[in-house]
């Protein structure tokens, strides 16, 4: 069995300290709320002594959320603490994280003390904090650039005035791997009391280390970890949850699990990202927009050929559909057959060569190639492999609202009438009857192209037949026929043996 690794997460407290990320209180509530759903087991919520918007977030957020525990962070400062514990007040769960600096900078620079009282604050505090709650949390800030004995030192007293987990930020991002893991193993081996606390990482990013360095500390015995989605936080960052958590799922040689439901990593990402108006770079591990994208021949061909040739997780496993084949001059004849395949024009040989030679000139004078660029490409192909033919189309708007369309499949000639909510509606339930390959209409769209009553309305539509997408393309005076014609368009796209027709 391995250990359990608890995921704590800052994103509220310590990512929303970035200027420009503060959040409201029902805005937090969402983020709690969607923290929970993932699996989280910590929630660090907020600072409540910082302003009474963020006290009442820490309420308010106790009372929203019931499965992790709420914590709220506070200095080694007795009115700190004694305004986090009635935050906490409504937490079925609630745990202080109270803490002082304890590297010669902070001790010296910033708190302007003496080692000796820096031990005394600390103890002083967990105490104090014990007094509200049971769950303490005590942070020696600065670790990173502490020294060795002081730190065991401090960490070994605040154990004994009651801390059950100890925190060990790099609060700097100072450490290299090798470094942040070997204070956690000193601390392993040299504190006495440690097997009564929990070692907690709290990485971050100044040296784009936060990631490598929690996952040492992991490896040398800490059992919790302060992360942030889309590792947000002040200055470079914190150490980002996604990573993290995947890193632990791909090698299952680090003794820990967590319990975060990872298919709903992206989802989170994605709602932090938007509320916090903060965009996740697109080559950002795990949750960037190219993180699953594939845009050269080589690696394109070696992910159609077997996907794991060039990707270590499976998409779904964080929630993203499907990685994607992006057509660019890198591209080779493997990655547009791909794309013609889905646009129902299989070519081969000579003809699959002509096409990509025409593609390699048009993708050499553009960035990427899109979906319209390539109908453009191969739409005589499209042309010649028109196996449904719209033959006429009636509808009538008196009353129910009804359509008949007569369809040519192959070479002989259906006819079907539907009602539907209106004609647009009723004539594409009339063609789904005749032709009938159970797709899915996942967008469609009408344009005007002059914007004048005598317009003529461009329908462009996706339909999904089994998991592909297939895309129609028509235009007409007539918003039903143009919509009818799109629709074919689209269906005569799916192979022609996915087809049973009525
Ligand atoms: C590494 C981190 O992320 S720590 C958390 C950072 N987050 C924040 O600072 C956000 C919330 N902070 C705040 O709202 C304010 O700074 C407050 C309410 C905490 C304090 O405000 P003020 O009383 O005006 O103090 P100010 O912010 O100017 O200075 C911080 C004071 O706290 C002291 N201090 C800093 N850390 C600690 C600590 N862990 N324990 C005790 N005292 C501390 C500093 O030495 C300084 O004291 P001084 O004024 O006697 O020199
Ligand atoms: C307050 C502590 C935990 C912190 O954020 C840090 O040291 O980076
Ligand atoms: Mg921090």
Redesign the pocket.
């Known amino acids: 069995m391995s250990d359990k690794l608890w995921i704590f997460d800052t994103t509220l407290r310590?990512g929303e300290?970035v200027p420009g990320c503060q959040l409201n209180t029902q805005e937090k509530i969402i983020v709690a709320k969607a923290l929970e759903d993932l699996g989280v087991d910590i929630i660090e919520a907020g600072?409540p002594?910082?302003?009474p918007g963020d006290f009442n977030s820490v309420v308010e957020i106790s009372k929203a959320v019931s499965n992790p525990i709420i914590c709220a962070?506070s200095?080694?400062?007795e009115k700190?603490i004694e305004v986090a514990a009635q935050a906490l007040k409504f937490a079925k769960k609630g745990r202080i994280h109270t803490?002082?600096?304890v590297s010669p900078y902070h001790i010296q620079f910033?708190?302007?003390s003496t080692p000796e009282e820096i031990i005394r604050?600390g103890v002083a505090a967990v105490k104090f904090a014990k007094q509200f709650v049971e769950d303490v949390e005590f942070y020696a800030?600065d670790a990173g650039r502490s020294e060795p004995d002081f730190l065991c030192k401090i960490i070994e007293e605040v154990i004994k005035a009651g801390a059950t987990v100890v925190n060990i930020?790099d609060?700097t991002g100072y450490c290299l791997p090798e470094q942040y893991g070997g204070i956690i193993a000193d601390l392993k081996n040299r504190v006495p009391n440690i097997d009564k606390a929990i070692i907690a990482t709290h990485c971050h990013n100044d040296l784009g280390m936060a990631t490598a360095n929690t996952v040492s500390g992991v490896q040398h015995g800490a059992r919790q970890v302060e992360v942030t989605i889309n590792g947000i936080g002040?200055r470079a960052g914190n150490t980002s949850m996604e990573e993290v958590v995947m890193a632990i799922k791909c090698h299952k040689s680090i003794p820990v699990h967590t319990s975060i439901d990872t298919p709903k990593i992206y989802k989170t990402s994605r709602l932090v990202s938007k509320l916090m108006n903060m965009p996740v770079q697109p080559n950002k591990a795990i949750v960037g927009r190219n993180a699953f994208a594939h845009s050269s021949g080589i690696h394109q061909d070696g992910v159609l050929k077997h996907r794991e040739n060039y990707e270590i997780i499976d998409p779904k496993e964080v929630g993203v559909e499907e990685s994607s084949i992006v057509l660019t001059a890198r591209s080779g004849r493997a990655a547009l057959k791909h794309h013609l395949d889905a646009l129902g024009v299989e070519l081969e040989g000579e003809e699959l060569r002509k096409v990509y030679e025409e593609f390699l000139l048009l993708a050499d004078s553009k960035r990427d190639i899109g979906r319209k660029d390539l109908l453009e490409l191969v739409g005589k192909y499209l042309d010649e492999s028109n196996f449904i033919e719209l033959e006429k189309v009636t509808y009538s708007s008196n009353g129910e609202i009804s359509a008949t369309v007569q369809l040519k499949i192959g070479n002989e000639s259906f006819e079907a009438t539907q009602s539907g909510v209106g004609p647009v509606d009723a004539v594409l339930k009339a063609i789904e009857t005749l032709v009938q390959p159970q797709v899915d209409l996942e967008e469609f769209l009408i344009q005007a192209m002059t914007h004048g009553s005598n317009d003529v309305a461009k329908v462009h539509m996706r339909v999904i037949k089994s998991d592909k997408p297939y895309y129609g393309f028509a235009s007409h005076e007539d918003i039903v026929l143009a919509s009818a014609f799109a629709f074919v368009d689209a269906l005569n796209k799916i192979p022609v043996k996915e087809y049973a027709t009525a």
Do not use: H, N, W
Request: net charge neutral; glycine share 10%.
């Open positions: 310590d300290q600072f002594i910082s302003s962070l200095r080694a400062v700190d803490g002082i600096g910033k708190l302007r604050r800030e930020p609060t002040e």
